[in-house]
């Protein structure tokens, strides 16, 4: 597979981009939250630094980058302090074929997972044609045992720049009170999308 770069657009300073091959990636994003400079930013930049190392783990176990977390100025008067994740992947194009509606077909099925059917859309961006999946998933279990929730917004890309495979972008959140929010903006972020060989 050709070696690739890709980027997407996002407001800063509230989405922090997570180098995620470096070592220091959780650090260094951490660093961008004090340098925010509120006084109670120090202390933000420490709680939420637990949280940029999973999303830099996560990231890396799946070949995710770029990777950007949406950390609010405001800090959240409780967990998650990463409200967002938004990340690019390149796959392989499923055995069925390199089809809008091929993956269409395969994005309807309902799995176990899912804690609703997912809504699926082709679109068209700029950066190719595309299938749209907006799911809420069922991601273990909170402390007190109730299901643990995951909202996501994914696009399928199948871009004339990437012939040889499938660019996925996704935008997820846990609260799902944000997602009319956090969908537009996975929209504005897709429209965005560069891809780019080495």
């Known amino acids: 597979m050709t070696d690739y770069t890709g980027s997407f657009p996002f407001r800063e300073p509230e989405w922090i981009q997570l180098m995620v091959g470096d070592r220091d990636g959780a ?4 660093r961008e939250i004090v340098e925010r400079g509120g006084e ?3 202390a933000y ?10 999303v830099c783990r996560k990231a890396v176990e799946r070949g995710g980058a770029p990777v950007a977390v949406m950390v609010p100025e405001v800090r959240p008067s409780s967990p998650p ?20 509606e091929v993956l269409s077909l395969l994005m309807k099925k309902q799995r176990p997972y899912h804690f ?19 799911e809420v998933c069922v991601d273990g279990e909170t402390p007190d045992g109730r299901e643990l929730l995951v909202e996501s917004v994914t696009y399928y890309v199948l871009s004339p720049k990437f012939p040889e495979g499938v ?7 846990t609260s799902l009170g ?3 929010g956090l ?16």
């Not at 660019?167 to 959140?173: A, H």
């Not at 969908?183 to 080495?198: D, W």
Request: hydrophobic fraction near 50%.
């Open 40 to 42: 109670e930013d120090g």
């Open 167 to 173: 660019l996925q972008f996704t935008v997820s959140w």
């Open 45 to 54: 930049a420490q709680a939420v630094y637990p949280e940029l190392e999973t």
């Open 27 to 30: 650090e260094a994003a951490a």
């Open 81 to 100: 302090f990463v409200v967002a994740t938004a990340f690019m992947v390149l796959e392989e194009p499923p055995e069925e074929g390199r089809e809008l």
């Open 116 to 134: 609703r059917p997912p809504e699926v859309a082709t679109v068209e961006l700029p950066l190719g044609p595309a299938v749209r999946v907006r």
């Open 178 to 180: 944000l997602g009319a």
């Open 183 to 198: 969908a537009a903006t996975a929209e504005e972020m897709a429209a965005g999308l560069v891809l780019r060989e080495r």
